[in-house]
């Protein structure tokens, strides 16, 4: 990493000049990560939420992603008590959809690394109880290979899905 001992708000300055606009709210210790997320959004839905390489991605774009996969996820996890989604993705904004998708959803998330061992990872997945593992297509190839999941399920995918719609019957 560049100017690694630099704080990043030096950086940005030090590169354009001026200070980079910023999302400031006063913290609640009563709202969860997934409630503060919303908060921001509400808050800036312009505001740049996320970047990675070229793309930036703004809070409006990043909640809209984010409720497309709770519908999705809500709907193959209604018969779990206590779910756990198990999440494997390679650091990038769909790693970030899946954590406040999976929160926002009601479940709890197992991150596993794809670089650390299958042992591990399946040892992992046997001790919380994951039936669902979501991942991306960079980590397709390895999220298959565990016996402990009953289903994985690309989340590059189920963005082109149309959300499931529920009957109120």
């Known amino acids: 990493v560049e100017h690694s001992d630099v704080a990043l708000e030096q950086l940005s300055t030090s590169h354009t000049g ?3 606009p910023t999302t ?11 409630q503060q997320f919303l908060a921001c959004a509400s808050a800036a839905p312009d505001a740049p939420a996320l970047q990675s390489n070229d793309e930036v991605i703004t809070y409006q ?4 992603r984010v409720q497309h996969l709770i519908v999705q996820l809500q709907a193959q996890l209604t018969h779990e008590q ?4 198990a999440l494997m993705f390679e650091r990038s904004p769909e790693m970030i959809v899946a954590i406040l998708a999976t929160l926002g959803a009601g479940a709890g998330y197992l991150p596993l690394n794809p ?12 001790d919380s ?6 991942c991306h297509q960079a980590t397709l190839n390895t999220a298959m290979c565990f016996s402990a999941i009953t289903e994985v399920q690309n989340i590059d995918e189920l963005a082109q899905q149309p959300a499931p719609v529920f009957n109120s019957d």
């Open 18 to 20: 001026t200070t980079p």
């Open 24 to 34: 400031t709210l006063k913290q609640t210790p009563s709202l969860s990560l997934y």
């Open 61 to 64: 774009t990043l909640a809209a």
């Open 82 to 85: 206590s779910p756990v989604v």
């Open 115 to 126: 670089e650390q061992g299958q042992a591990r990872s399946e040892f992992m997945l046997q």
């Open 129 to 134: 109880g994951a039936n669902l593992l979501l």
